[in-house]
């Protein structure tokens, strides 16, 4: 497959890790935009301009390297003509049968997406995070570091699955929801907010 050149958008902690899979894939890093700081370095590659300077580089394709999920989908809603990397550690563990990954979402080393699974776009499933069996995990969210998802279940858009979390086989969380470090979720989720705690309950 020929190495494509990509475009990381963002230039912090989440974009250090999103390189490192763009370069373990063989593929190039053309720069970074950056809104914040967009001139300078990062990590020795140039910093091409703001997220809106995009049409200059429509010969490379983009990915969105921020951890907030607002942000990633407001920067993806304004950039249309975007082709959207994907980013799959090769570390990362991911079934054959019937699974689906989106454009421009991120999995990291050592996470397992198992059969059946739908990971929306722009996702972040990260480092030795599990995606069971037939889970629905929607556009945006955010599956943290070691957080373990059992078959089954259903995430909304934009949730933030907390580092350690752990989601009850066939459970349904909503969109927008935050669940804390370490939450253990055993009742379906129907209203957008913040829980935490075992079992965890809303605390926001
Ligand atoms: C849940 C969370 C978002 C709440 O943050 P916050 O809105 O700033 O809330 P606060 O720190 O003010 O805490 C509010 C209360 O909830 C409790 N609480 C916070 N996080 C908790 C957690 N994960 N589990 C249990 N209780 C928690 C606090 O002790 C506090 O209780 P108190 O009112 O009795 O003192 C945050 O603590 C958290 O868990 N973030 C996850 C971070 C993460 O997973 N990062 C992953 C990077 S890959």
Redesign the pocket.
Known sequence: MKAENVVIIGAGGHAKVVADIVLLRGNHIAGFLDSVHPEGEFLGYPKLGGDREYRKFLNCSFIIAI?NALARERIACSMPEAAWYTAVHPGAVISNIDTEIGEGTVIMADAIVNPGAHIGKHCII?SGSIVEHDNRIGDYA?V??GAKMAGGVQIGART?V????TVSNGINVCGDC??????VVVRDITEAG????VPARK??
């Open positions: 951890g990260n955010h943290s570091v933030w907390g580092i350690g979390a935050m669940l804390g470090a370490g939450a913040t829980y935490a705690g605390i926001k």
